[in-house]
């Protein structure tokens, strides 16, 4: 079993960037698969980016590519969630988890993070 925690939310004017960070503690993260999702008040969460054990495979949804990036030091039992030229539509919680493979599913995914709030203000 493994334990999640997200950080680096924040506030954010448009156009800025954030990084958010996810410690994993008890199983080792390089275990997992990892990915990153979100939520928005009202709406479904929905996939972000996901990246394989080995950190080669990376994966976007379409909203997000070419302005986020996801990494991992899987030494350090982190995840990395790079967030550049940021949009109020960005706006949401943001999860990360831990599964057996890369999917862009939520329910393929065993463990969750409690989220941290990304707010990016026009």
């Known amino acids: 079993q493994v334990q999640l925690v997200e950080s680096g939310g924040g506030l954010v004017q448009a156009g800025g960037s954030l990084r958010l960070s996810c410690a994993a503690s008890?199983?080792?993260?390089?275990?997992?698969?990892m990915g990153w999702f979100r939520q928005a008040p009202g709406k479904e969460r929905e996939f972000v980016a996901a990246?394989?054990?080995?950190?080669?495979?990376?994966y976007y949804a379409d909203s997000v590519k070419g302005r986020f990036t996801i990494s991992r030091d899987n030494a350090k039992n982190t995840v990395y969630l790079q967030m550049n030229s940021l949009k109020p539509v960005d706006t949401a919680v943001y999860y990360c988890?831990?599964?057996?493979?890369?999917?862009?599913?939520?329910?393929?995914?065993?463990?969750w993070g409690q989220g941290t709030q990304v707010t990016v203000s026009s």
């Open positions: 988890a831990a599964g057996a493979a890369v999917v862009t599913t939520p329910q393929a995914y065993d463990y």
């Open positions: 008890g199983r080792t993260l390089s275990s997992y698969a």
């Open positions: 990246i394989s054990r080995s950190g080669f495979n990376t």
